[in-house]
């Protein structure tokens, strides 16, 4: 089992940035990738951004240029969002990823944090 704790969040106002911080417990050493998800209200959940172990990185083309994800280490991942509009406001969820005997892997969530763009 793995246990994310999302923090970071908050009211920003239109053009600033935030770090947005997750850190992982439990079993940690079975992740193999950790991301970022966000859901504004009324729409699904978007992905934003992943790093893998290996230390590849995909961004989703929403915010490339704007975001980026860091690690530190197996159980800290961060999101670095500069030129905040408010189109980004909405919960943002952290993820990580256990491989599987199976295709798919498990996923794991956080609870979110809040992040509001407003002037």
């Known amino acids: 089992q793995v246990q994310l704790v999302e923090s970071g969040g908050g009211l920003v106002q239109p053009g600033g940035s935030l770090r947005l911080s997750c850190a992982a417990s439990?079993?940690?050493?079975?992740?193999?990738?950790m991301g970022w998800y966000r859901q504004a209200p009324g729409k699904q959940r978007e992905f934003l951004a992943r790093?893998?172990?290996?230390?590849?990185a995909n961004v989703a083309d929403s915010v490339r240029g704007r975001f980026t994800i860091s690690r530190n280490g197996a159980a800290t991942v961060y999101l670095h969002m500069n030129n905040l509009g408010p189109e980004d406001t909405a919960v943002y969820f952290c993820?990580?990823?256990?491989?599987?005997?199976?295709?798919?892997?498990?996923?794991?969530w956080g609870k979110g944090t809040q992040v509001t763009v407003r002037g």
């Open positions: 993820n990580a990823q256990v491989p599987t005997t199976t295709y798919y892997p498990m996923n794991y």
């Open positions: 790093k893998a172990n290996s230390g590849t």
């Open positions: 439990g079993s940690t050493s079975s992740i193999n990738s």
